[in-house]
Antibody, heavy 118, light 110 residues
Framework: QVQVVESGGGVVQPGGSLRLSCEASGFTFINYAMHWVRQAPGKGLEWVAHVKTDGNVKWYADSVKGRFTISRDNSKNTVYLQLNSLRVEDSAVYYC???????????WGQGTLVTVSS | QTVVTQEPSFSVSPGETVTLTCGLSSGSVSTSSYPSWYQQTPGQAPRTLIYSTNIRSSGVPDRFSGSILGNKAALTITGAQADDECDYYCMLYMGGGIWMFGGGTKLTVL
């Protein structure tokens, strides 16, 4: 069955960096775009970034543009999110999610927690 | 900046029907927004319920349905059950490679 498993979360100081990874299985990874979505504690979902199948087209929410970079390695069935210049307000559970092919998300990971704190 | 709007909270009695909506602070939601709906219980990852306005995701009971009502997307739960009590989020494709979630609706079944 489809699985996406995130890793790489942790505690980092403001201004620091972190790289999140998401390993996918159970589907033909190269055929599907991927998303990252985050959820701050007690808050709603926020779409963060999207990468198309070949990794060359990437889109970002305004709140992270210029600071976060999404990428993928189709040989490893893995998508990444590089988080730079982190702010306290970036603290959240970060979910990796598989695009369903209809401008939607169809499968979600369990999330990885990022805490930005001094 | 356009915002996706949802009712912050809604209450329904067991067995009754409830319709949650998803709108835009400026403009109308149409099928071209590819509205999708997600269910989330506390401490858990979201679960996909509906995509492309009205297509149920695999394994989702048919008492969940999606539609466009007027200028909003809608999620209707027919015969609400106690375990439907959780948060519901809509997501819209805004164009230009941007998606946006609504603020979510906390559904209470009592």
């Amino acid at each position: 069955q489809v699985q996406v498993v995130e890793s790489g979360g942790g505690v980092v100081q403001p201004g620091g960096s972190l790289r999140l990874s998401c390993e996918a299985s159970g589907f033909t990874f190269i055929n599907y775009a991927m998303h990252w979505v985050r959820q701050a504690p007690g808050k709603g979902l926020e779409w963060v970034a999207h990468v198309k199948t070949d990794g060359n087209v990437k889109w970002y929410a305004d709140s992270v543009k210029g600071r976060f970079t999404i990428s993928r390695d189709n040989s490893k069935n893995t998508v990444y999110l590089q988080l730079n210049s982190l702010r306290v307000e970036d603290s959240a559970v970060y979910y990796c999610a598989k695009d369903g092919g209809n401008w939607n998300i169809d499968h979600w990971g369990q999330g990885t927690l990022v805490t930005v704190s001094s | 900046q356009t915002v996706v709007t949802q009712e912050p909270s809604f209450s329904v009695s067991p067995g009754e029907t409830v319709t949650l909506t998803c709108g835009l602070s400026s403009g109308s939601v149409s099928t071209s927004s590819y509205p999708s709906w997600y269910q989330q219980t506390p401490g858990q990852a979201p679960r996909t319920l509906i995509y492309s306005t009205n297509i149920r995701s695999s394994g989702v009971p048919d008492r969940f349905s999606g539609s466009i009502l007027g200028n909003k997307a809608a999620l209707t739960i027919t015969g609400a059950q106690a375990d439907d009590e959780c948060d519901y989020y809509c997501m819209l494709y805004m164009g230009g490679g941007i998606w946006m979630f609504g603020g979510g609706t906390k559904l209470t079944v009592l």
